[in-house]
């Protein structure tokens, strides 16, 4: 069943939405709607049952805590760094 709602939206706004709806080839009602049943949608959960072995067994493993102080990005250059220093050793020779 259809309802009317009665908004106060800046022009701007409304004339941007027109414009995108138009763009979409869907009215501005049928836009809205659709925005308003995205934000209100309760968020769909999956039981335990519908996933897979490798899923569950992750979920099982210990959390790992990092401190504070961890930068992942430094710890990936250090392995990069690593991993590409032979070559940096055969360039230097």
Do not use: C, F, W
């Not at 027109?18 to 209100?40: C, D, M, P, R, W």
């Amino acid at each position: 069943m259809n309802a009317k709602l009665t908004l106060t939206i800046d022009e701007s706004v409304i004339k941007r939405a027109k414009i995108y709806a138009q763009h979409q080839g869907k009215s501005l009602s049928s836009v809205i709607e659709n925005l308003l049943k995205s934000v209100t949608q309760k968020e769909e959960t999956v039981s335990k049952d519908e996933l897979s072995p490798l899923i569950k067994s992750l979920m099982l493993r210990p959390k790992v805590d990092l401190p504070e102080d961890y930068d992942y990005k430094k710890e990936l250059e250090k392995i990069r760094d690593e991993k590409y220093q032979k070559y940096l050793n055969n360039n230097e020779k």
